[in-house]
């Protein structure tokens, strides 16, 4: 248990800066899940939470000590890999012990711990299999198993689910979500899928191009996103973008408008044709291609009128849920 | 069904004459070995009487006793000794330093580390016979000769082995070494708990390879041992050969040749088994 404290965190590789200062307070025990697309930065910032890369300026702070300088082991951290990493020629105990031996835990109290890592995990009957005998979803609980019996201060997960199949995803997404809550460990999770950040965060960092565009709780980054890129990457599908001029106002400021807060209706202000459309069972995806070219996404119920390909509709929404950003993404 | 099977099976008169060409293939290669062996289980006089005897004889036990405790210039026994402590040590050694050279090439960050891969893979090109003066030169200055130093450490150091391990842990995950140095290992313990459990089937091959790289060695024994209880059995059946007037002991020689034959081909044997079981459960 302990608080995460990252002040204006920078690295560069050489020249090239990949982390622009990034600022966050994490609470004890809160989960917080950093998101972005692939090399923004996020798995770097991580590593360097973790101690696998160096920080060049600024301060990472475990509890108000500062680790900067620290071995990963000495930083009372536990990781699990997008691969698990685990070792190959061990059983899952010993994998699951490997920390504790090296630290010396007497032998009773290794016994003990992983015990109960593996029941929290349903490995019991595991315990003397090797990994290359455990499907997908095991081996992922062996590392996971593997960061509970050191019972660190800050949980560090890099992607953890990205190698497991869409159900067994989304049941490891909750799982993972309960024993963090169960455990009351501070978590700092990784991933570039954002219905993951939605549905784990308790605060959410939104990463850009090595920058943290928005930080917030996911709701709060959903309905109000700071910047254009925020906007279009929270979401799905994405929130459409459309220029000012097309609706008839004044200025280089983009509207953005979310696909679930569109309706088709003839009476709308925006004319736009049906481009084709995505049936989903319980909803339907309208894809449709406004007069300057511009794509627009509505998100219909099964139960509604589904355009024909290459009709003209109407497009309307609620003033209130239209976001406005200036040419440079920020919100105006 | 039969047709099916044919894409792989040869029957009828293709297969017969497979089966043919591979029986007198071996037939050609063992037939020497079986003269060897026959030779070493008669006696001397069966031996120079021409026709050679094709069928065993029946000083087997004496012919060995013989061989084994007195020799020609050294008992056999001793020989196969010095043989097994040169190659085992060569072969252990040669594991040991080319395991902690890729070690250090693949893991750590060191000025110059091409450099000095690159360095240890030209040697490669330089065939023991080539530096066998300066390094006899070497050897002769610690006193050396006549030792099993003298014997195995010029020759410790492989550049294929290195390249080989190198090769290995470059396919071995990153996130290994990451999760160990999370776990609180340091590099060497990575090394011992994971990197080398991990070799093991490589380490297994290799072994192989350079125990009989090390039996087979024939000229650098020959160089620098000349006390006959230093000799080892590759060279020592050389030794064995008369100078002068002297009469050939052929059934000894025989039987000696035999006797050199029996560990490399155990050493293949026994570590087959383990290289193959290595090979079908792969752990990566």
């Known amino acids: 248990m302990a608080t995460l404290t990252l002040n204006n965190v920078k690295k560069s590789f050489g020249k090239t800066d990949v982390i622009h200062g990034i600022s966050i307070n994490v609470a004890d025990g809160e989960f917080i899940v950093i998101v972005g697309p692939s090399g923004c930065g996020k798995s770097t910032l991580l590593r360097m939470v973790a101690g696998l890369e160096t920080t060049t300026s600024g301060d990472i702070q475990i509890d108000g000590r500062r680790v900067n300088d620290q071995e990963p082991m000495d930083r009372d951290i536990a990781m699990v890999f997008q691969n698990y990493a685990l070792y190959p020629h061990m059983s899952v105990f010993d994998n699951m012990a490997y920390g504790l031996k090296i630290a010396r835990t007497p032998r009773a109290e290794i016994e003990e711990r992983v015990a109960h890592a593996a029941k929290l995990l349903q490995l019991e009957t595991y315990l003397q299999r090797k990994p290359r005998e455990l499907s997908g979803g095991q081996r992922q609980r062996v590392a996971m198993g593997r960061a509970i019996v050191r019972k660190p201060s800050v949980f560090l997960f890099d992607e953890p689910l990205s190698n497991l199949d869409a159900k067994l995803r989304v049941q490891m997404r909750l799982e993972i979500k309960a024993l963090q809550r169960e455990l009351g460990v501070t978590a700092l999770y990784v991933t570039h899928d954002q219905v993951e950040a939605m549905t784990m965060a308790d605060r959410m960092v939104v990463m850009n191009g090595g920058i943290a565009d928005q930080i917030g709780e996911p709701l709060e980054v959903y309905a109000n996103p700071a910047t254009e890129f925020v906007a279009g990457f929270i979401g799905s599908p994405p929130t459409n973008f459309l220029s000012a001029e097309i609706l008839g106002q004044s200025g280089d400021a983009k509207i953005g408008v979310r696909p679930e807060h569109t309706r088709l209706s003839d009476s709308g202000s925006l004319k736009a044709r049906a481009a084709y459309s995505e049936a989903l069972g319980a909803e339907t995806l309208v894809h449709l291609k406004c007069a300057d070219g511009t794509q627009f996404t509505v998100r219909q119920d099964a139960a509604s009128m589904i355009p024909q390909e290459g009709t003209e509709v109407g497009l309307d929404w609620d003033p209130a849920n239209e976001m406005r950003f200036d040419s440079s993404g920020r919100r105006c | ?284």
């Open chain 2, 1 to 284: 069904m039969a047709e099916q099977n044919g894409m792989v099976e040869r029957r009828g008169a293709g297969l017969w004459l497979v089966h043919l060409g591979l029986i007198v293939g071996i037939a050609f290669i063992f037939f020497p070995i079986w003269l060897a062996f026959v030779a070493s289980t008669v006696e001397q006089q069966d031996i120079v009487r021409p026709p050679m005897p094709l069928l065993p004889g029946d000083q087997f036990f004496s012919n060995y006793a013989r061989a084994l405790t007195s020799g020609v210039n050294a008992p056999v026994s001793t020989m196969l000794l010095n043989s097994m402590i040169m190659a085992v040590g060569i072969s252990l050694g040669k594991i040991a330093i080319s395991l902690l050279s890729a070690f250090a090439i693949v893991y750590f960050r060191f000025p110059a580390r091409r450099l000095f891969f690159w360095l240890i893979f030209l040697t490669l090109m330089l065939p023991v016979e080539v530096r066998i003066v300066p390094t006899y030169e070497v050897i002769a200055n610690f006193g050396m000769l006549n030792s099993y130093q003298g014997l195995i450490l010029p020759l410790i150091a492989s550049a294929t082995a290195t390249f080989l391990f190198r090769q290995f842990f470059m396919t071995v995950p990153d996130e290994l070494a990451e999760a160990a140095r999370v776990d609180g290992a340091g590099p060497m313990r990575f090394f011992f708990d994971i990197l080398l459990p991990m070799s093991r089937t490589n380490i297994a091959a290799l072994f192989v390879i350079l125990f009989i790289y090390g039996w087979n060695q024939y000229l650098w024994p020959l160089l620098i041992t000349t006390d006959p209880e230093m000799n080892t059995i590759v060279m020592g059946i050389k030794q064995m050969f008369p100078s002068g007037d002297d009469t050939a002991d052929w059934p000894v020689i025989m039987a000696t040749s035999i006797l050199a034959m029996v560990p490399p081909v155990l050493v293949v044997v026994g570590m087959q088994r383990l290289f193959i079981r290595g090979l079908v459960d792969s752990e990566k």
